[in-house]
T-cell receptor, first 112, second 116 residues
Framework: DAKTTQPNSMESNEEEPVHLPCNHS???????IHWYRQLPSQGPEYVIH???SNVNNRMASLAIAEDRKSSTLILHRATLRDAAVYYC?????????????FGQGTELSVKP | GAVVSQHPSWVICKSGTSVKIECRSL??????MFWYRQFPKQSLMLMAT?????????EQGVEKDKFLINHASLTLSTLTVTSAHPEDSSFYIC????????????FGDGTRLSIL
């Protein structure tokens, strides 16, 4: 399985944008990039995913490098509820039923 | 959005007891369900993948006789921890997805299992 590398932790101020980086230098052409987040004592929550083009949804934006070896999850205005562990995961297009292998993720703290 | 319900959310039981955890997809047909385990301050570890009507596929190092998985319908999967011991205490999380590839998985809120 292709690996991802994320910083262990990041800090942000409330109301400011947050850019969460993810390196995936061994990504293959058919790997999708998924982002999930996990609040304390809860199951993970889907945030966004993409293949090649940048993606936007109501929660966040995903910026994918042209060579696809890295991506950035962008939270446009951080709130206290965005404090969570954010996981960047690669999913092979034809992976056995689409299993996700979680890395350590980035723990985001948001200061008021 | 899609909802996955996991029950119970918390269970405490004595060593040697078997514990069953249910995972239900409430508003979609889950052709594939996954079971994860998470220890404090650690990431999720995939335990097994189950497809409706088939035997579960376990990840390396996960004892299939210890963690029994049943996926009898498109909306329900169960994980039974047999003869549980204190080292089985953990946060167990299920997720579900449809047959459409590269779509998000939907996660339950987890079950905290404490074995005394």
């Amino acid at each position: 399985d292709a690996k991802t590398t994320q910083p262990n932790s990041m800090e942000s101020n409330e109301e400011e944008p947050v850019h969460l980086p993810c390196n995936h230098s061994t990504i293959s052409g058919t790997d999708y990039i998924h982002w999930y987040r996990q609040l304390p004592s809860q199951g993970p929550e889907y945030v966004i995913h993409g293949l090649t083009s940048n993606v936007n949804n109501r929660m966040a934006s995903l910026a994918i490098a042209e060579d696809r070896k890295s991506s950035t999850l962008i939270l446009h205005r951080a709130t206290l509820r965005d404090a969570a562990v954010y996981y960047c995961i690669l999913e092979w297009a034809y992976n056995q039923g689409g299993k996700l292998i979680f890395g350590q993720g980035t723990e985001l703290s948001v200061k008021p | 959005g899609a909802v996955v319900s996991q029950h119970p959310s918390w269970v405490i039981c004595k060593s040697g007891t078997s514990v069953k955890i249910e995972c239900r997809s409430l508003d979609f047909q889950a052709t594939t369900m996954f079971w994860y385990r998470q220890f404090p301050k650690q990431s999720l570890m995939l335990m097994a993948t189950s497809n409706e009507g088939s035997k579960a596929t376990y990840e390396q190092g996960v004892e299939k006789d210890k963690f029994l998985i049943n996926h009898a319908s498109l909306t329900l999967s169960t994980l039974t921890v047999t003869s549980a011991h204190p080292e089985d205490s953990s946060f167990y999380i299920c997720s579900a997805r449809t047959a459409v590839m590269n779509q998000p998985q939907h996660f339950g809120d987890g079950t905290r299992l404490s074995i005394l």
